[in-house]
């Protein structure tokens, strides 16, 4: 194998493909980077913990073309540290020189043999939308994926394909999210549910653009296109939470707040909350404000913020933490809360009317008055 390219272009690769190598392995091959250069001049650069597979595609001068395993991390700090020219990789027998500039490296590869092949995604059904606005359906629901592995399901966000476009849904068993949008394509109705692990990578590789990302469904694995770049996962098998019959919306009580505002008030008052000292949040909702409150071994806190609308006095607890991630999520400067009694959830919707997110926050019981 002998080619040369571009250190920029090399790097980004690099960065990309390394999100999905393990970092430990009985197989070494899967602790380094699958190097392949072929006569198109396409040189490809794979990553692969047998969970998620990572494969990045560059354009390099190519004249023989080759395989091999590198050690990934070895890899990637003898890159950055190369000077900002063009590199060139001449490979034999498992050996390869590596120069740039003044700089010379000389390293011994893996077999190609031994790094497993990435899973054949026989393509079942497909859609295809801008890359941001898969980037933030995953943002605003991720949090809320279980990181319970004794409900394997749940450790992974729901797809749902339909007349309405597509439905991401993550829940832990203490909260729900919710994000929909219309789809640019698409071909029927189906649903499968994605490890969330794999999404946050996706996340991360998806631009702020309008490029497109195609979403392959196979059999057993999910296939993200994302210009040069795919992104390979398992499909998790289960029986998803009925997440329709799951959110109560018939509530009395509604009540709209600016979200920076609640969730300032919410983060002032947990100040005195921590791991070691747990409360949870005393909402009460009045006449045109929440009073909010909480108390633990250090002290006790209380902030109020306004509303529009009554709560009929309602007093329910929520657990901080869960409440300050839905806050963060919803991406409307207001939003409506839905609320019912003490011991049913709280729907959180955007305050427009809009129904392009949803996050259900379960109650936390309170003990006697503060």
Request: negative net charge.
């Amino acid at each position: 194998m002998k080619f040369s390219c571009e250190k920029a272009l090399l790097q980004n690769a690099i960065l990309t493909a390394s999100r999905a190598v393990s970092s430990k392995s009985t197989i070494p091959a899967l602790e380094g980077l699958l190097l392949e250069a072929e006569e198109t001049g396409n040189v490809f650069l794979t990553g692969y913990n047998q969970e998620t597979g990572i494969r990045s595609c560059f354009q390099g001068e190519v004249t023989e073309t080759g395989s091999m395993v590198l050690p990934a991390r070895l890899f990637s700090e003898i890159v950055r540290k190369m000077p900002d020219d063009v590199l060139l990789f001449q490979e034999e027998n498992l050996k390869v020189h590596i120069s740039c500039g003044m700089s010379e490296f000389d390293l011994i590869g893996i077999d190609p043999e031994d790094f497993p092949e990435l899973p054949t995604v026989e393509y079942q059904n497909s859609i295809t939308l801008p890359q941001q606005t898969l980037r933030s359906m995953i943002s605003q629901t991720i949090f809320a994926v279980s990181d319970d592995e004794s409900r394997p399901i749940h450790t992974g966000s729901l797809f749902v394909v339909d007349e309405e476009g597509l439905t991401m849904v993550a829940v832990d068993g203490f909260r729900l999210a919710l994000r929909k949008e219309p789809i640019l394509e698409k071909n029927g109705n189906f649903e499968f549910v994605v490890p969330g692990a794999s999404l946050s990578e996706v996340e991360k590789i998806c631009r702020e653009t309008d490029d497109p990302v195609d979403v392959h469904q196979g059999a057993r694995h999910v296939l993200f296109k994302m210009g040069d770049t795919i992104l390979i996962a398992r499909r998790l098998e289960g029986e998803f939470l009925a997440w329709r019959q799951a959110i109560p919306r018939n509530n009395p009580i509604k009540v709209t707040v600016e979200t920076k505002q609640l969730l300032s008030c919410i983060e002032r008052v947990s100040l005195i909350v921590s791991e070691k000292l747990k409360s949870p949040l005393r909402c009460v909702m009045g006449e045109g404000e929440i009073h909010i409150t909480t108390r633990t071994a250090i002290g006790n806190a209380q902030d109020r913020c306004p509303m529009e609308g009554s709560g009929n006095g309602l007093e329910i607890g929520f657990n901080n933490r869960y409440m300050m991630e839905a806050l963060k999520a919803a991406s409307r400067e207001k939003v409506t809360l839905e609320l019912s009694s003490p011991i049913t959830p709280c729907i959180i919707v955007p305050a427009d009317g809009e129904d392009n997110f949803l996050f259900m926050v379960l109650p936390v019981r309170l003990k006697a008055d503060l």
